[in-house]
């Protein structure tokens, strides 16, 4: 085993073993959410991406829809960030990036496509400093999403300055240039992956980004929201989409 295989070895034992004390909880209770709004509010305004509200806190519609999945991280029991996961169908199609870039995932739900699209990707300021591996335990709720429902695309929107990480980790290519999302004063490129043609790429590179069908139907299987096709990683990939709609 040369260098670099040792060090990324290492990095993906200590990840695992670091995911043990993470628990993911999905935000149903008003209490719940309202932890998770409070925490975007600081860490908006901690990157400049907001301006200071009275209220102190971040929420919009799509916290509430039925195709909306809001989770908060806690890693050794306290809060350490959360991410909304948004699922777009033909049948359901409406999510915050779908509302921002149309004109570019319209074309894949007029195919039949599925997209998982995760937002309000957010971190605790002082855990993000002190915790690299934060946005792997994040994110990762991404991939389990994309294995639950059988998607198509998985979608990120991202800074400029975090292109580079997502490209590296998750071979996410950029889809669509810098928008505007509600609410936010930054400007958010939409990347996206062919998930079916790269999941097992990631997979092997990222071992935990792998999850249980039991994990996966605890964190997305409750009656509302659409009717995911449920897969395991041992089946094989379908026919997958290409990164152009008109493809």
């Not at 948004?86 to 999510?95: Q, R």
């Not at 894949?108 to 971190?123: E, N, S, Y």
């Not at 690299?132 to 998607?151: D, G, H, I, M, N």
Request: aromatic share 12%.
């Amino acid at each position: 085993m040369n260098s670099v295989s040792r060090v990324q070895s290492t990095s993906s034992s200590r990840k695992l073993d670091l995911l043990n004390h993470v628990d993911y909880r999905l935000c149903e209770t008003e209490e719940e959410r309202e932890e998770v709004y409070r925490l975007r509010y600081r860490a908006y305004l901690n990157d400049g991406i907001i301006e200071p509200r009275t209220d102190r806190r971040l929420t919009d519609h799509f916290d509430t829809e039925p195709n909306s999945w809001t989770f908060a991280v806690y890693f050794e029991g306290e809060l350490a960030s959360s991410l909304r996961i948004s699922v777009a169908t033909p049948e359901m199609p409406s999510t915050p990036s779908v509302q921002v870039f149309g004109d570019v995932l319209e074309p894949f739900l007029a195919q039949g496509k599925i997209i998982v699209d995760p937002t309000r990707f957010v971190a605790d300021p002082f855990r993000a400093r002190k915790m690299p591996e934060l946005p792997y335990f994040t994110l990762r709720l991404a991939y389990v999403a994309c294995e639950f429902f059988s998607a198509d695309l998985g979608t990120a929107a991202v800074r400029a300055e975090h292109q580079a990480f997502y490209r590296r980790v998750f071979m996410h290519e950029v889809l669509g240039s810098p928008r505007i999302y509600p609410q936010l004063d930054k400007p958010f490129s939409l990347m996206a992956v062919d998930f079916k043609a790269l999941r097992e790429k990631v997979f092997q590179r990222y071992p935990i980004f792998r999850s249980t069908l039991f994990e996966r139907r605890m964190l997305f299987g409750r009656n509302a929201g659409p009717q995911p096709a449920v897969v395991t990683l041992s089946e094989p990939a379908r026919s997958h989409v290409s990164i152009a709609p008109n493809g």
